[in-house]
């Protein structure tokens, strides 16, 4: 007889879901919130493809209280979300919106009062306009702002917000935003990139101390992306792609981040490529990168698969038609990477704990006439996630919660509205929520702390 196999998780690991300042929000320019690069890039005809803003998106300014009560609904034991930098500095710095910080302040309380821990991202891409308009972050004064707008918002929620995560994927912030132009502010120039790695890590490293001082007994980190990368073949040009990719989208960050420096080979590879130095690291720079943090944050969706013979090089969509299984997003789905990738970043850099704070699947089931969602796609992807996250706890990774991507159905960056990662499904004509049947397999994993696993022979 075949025995599902229950896993089951250590007693204090952490369930939540995650979201997003500009994807949920919408209330764009309302009560004194200023214009982010975000609200301009959407805006701007031709960069989303569906054409749509995030102007509205999920109205969760309006309806908070009720998004918290369905967070409750699905056991949810904590929720990462992230602080929309000109709803609380209009202008970038100075003078602070009380308002916007009103908002984040009766969230936290109302996260605590439902037994949520809340865990704060502050800055999940939504740069002040203006700040863009001073150089955004290619320039060094950008990453000074930024510990400006860590210090007020800590200073105001940091007697109860005890996670803090001060970046939310600065390899986004860089590459999407500056080198390939597809997310705001829609660059493509490598020594903008560069520049921007340099003061997203740079600002992170200057705002850890001062989380620190202002939220007594807080846990620090940083959010990032990294993949494993594998190639098709062993062959010499294969390998010698993977490793650059691998310092392109891994080792950039990581080194410097756990106190190694820049890995040579990528600077190296930059400067003969695009004639970039790296000439932006000032004295004193890299120390500060180094801080000690809490933890490591990664959001994990897929992996690189390198195929230099049939051209095959884009992070994302490696092999085309090559009869993988994908998400819409057309992501492959391979869920043993991130055992593989939980295994490398702790044996590799020893984290002090680390935390998926993003797994999760595009998938567009929508309601059926009974008005139930059957997203089993996406439960099955969660389910297989999750299982090789134990996997790695049992190897002795140090692996402390897990985050599904999303809470809700939002507006997807450059895709608009045409992704839907949600575990509960939003109507955008009514904004009526509808927990799809992910959501209902996730809260029942909550109350066991575990789920079952059907034999796969
Ligand atoms: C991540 C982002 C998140 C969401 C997911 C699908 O890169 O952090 O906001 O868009 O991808």
Redesign the pocket.
């Known amino acids: 007889m075949k025995v599902p196999k229950q896993i089951t998780f250590p007693q204090d690991f952490i369930w939540g879901a995650a979201t997003?300042a500009y994807?949920i929000e919408g209330a764009w320019d309302v009560g004194g919130k200023g214009e982010s690069i975000w609200d301009r890039f959407s805006q701007t005809p031709g960069k989303i493809a569906d054409g749509s803003t995030g102007n509205v998106a999920c109205d969760h300014h309006q309806r908070w209280e009720d998004d918290l009560d369905l967070m409750q609904s699905l056991n949810l034991g904590a929720y990462r979300f992230s602080i929309s930098w000109p709803r609380i500095l209009p202008a970038g710095r100075g003078a602070v919106n009380e308002a916007g910080l009103d908002f984040y302040d009766q969230l936290v309380d109302g996260l605590l009062a439902r037994g949520i821990r809340p865990f704060v991202t502050l800055y999940?891409w939504d740069l002040p306009q203006v700040l863009e308009d001073e150089g955004g972050w290619p320039a060094r004064p950008t990453a000074e702002v930024f510990v400006e707008f860590a210090d007020v918002v800590s200073r105001r929620l940091g007697d109860r917000v005890k996670d803090w995560v001060t970046h939310?994927?600065p390899w986004?912030t860089a590459f999407l935003g500056h080198m390939f132009g597809v997310h705001a502010p829609g660059y493509q120039d490598a020594a903008k990139t560069a520049a921007s790695v340099h003061h997203t890590l740079l600002s992170h490293g200057w705002a850890v101390p001062v989380l620190r001082q202002n939220s007594p007994g807080a846990r620090v980190g940083i959010v990032l992306?990294p993949m494993e990368v594998v190639s098709t073949t062993q062959s010499e040009a294969d390998l010698r792609a993977a490793a650059l990719q691998d310092g392109l989208t891994n080792r950039l960050f990581l080194d410097p981040l756990y106190g190694r420096g820049y890995p040579s080979d990528v600077v190296e590879y930059v400067s003969s490529q695009n004639g970039v130095a790296f000439d932006f690291v000032e004295p004193g720079d890299m120390d500060a990168i180094a801080a000690p943090t809490d933890f490591l944050g990664i959001?994990m969706?897929t992996r690189i698969v390198i195929d230099t013979k049939n051209g095959a090089r884009d992070p994302f969509q490696s092999v085309i038609d090559d009869g993988k299984e994908r998400t819409e997003m057309g992501w492959e789905v391979y869920p043993p990477s991130l055992y593989n990738l939980l295994c490398r970043l702790y044996f590799d850099y020893k984290p002090a704990s680390l935390f998926i704070t993003?797994n999760?699947a595009?998938y567009s089931d929508g309601p059926d006439a009974a008005g139930r969602v059957d997203d089993s796609r996406r439960q099955t992807y969660i389910r297989d996630h999750l299982a090789q996250a134990r996997r790695a706890i049992d190897a002795g990774v140090p692996l402390a919660g897990y985050f599904v991507?999303?809470l809700m159905d939002n507006f997807?960056?450059s895709h608009g509205y045409s992704q839907r990662?949600g575990i509960v499904w939003v109507d955008y004509e009514t904004q009526q929520r509808i927990p799809k049947d992910s959501a209902f397999w996730y809260r029942d994993a909550i109350a066991n702390n575990g789920f079952a696993l059907p034999d796969p022979s």
Do not use: K, L
């Open positions: 997003a994807q999940h939310n994927e986004c992306n959001n969706y993003e999760g595009s991507w999303s997807e960056w990662f």
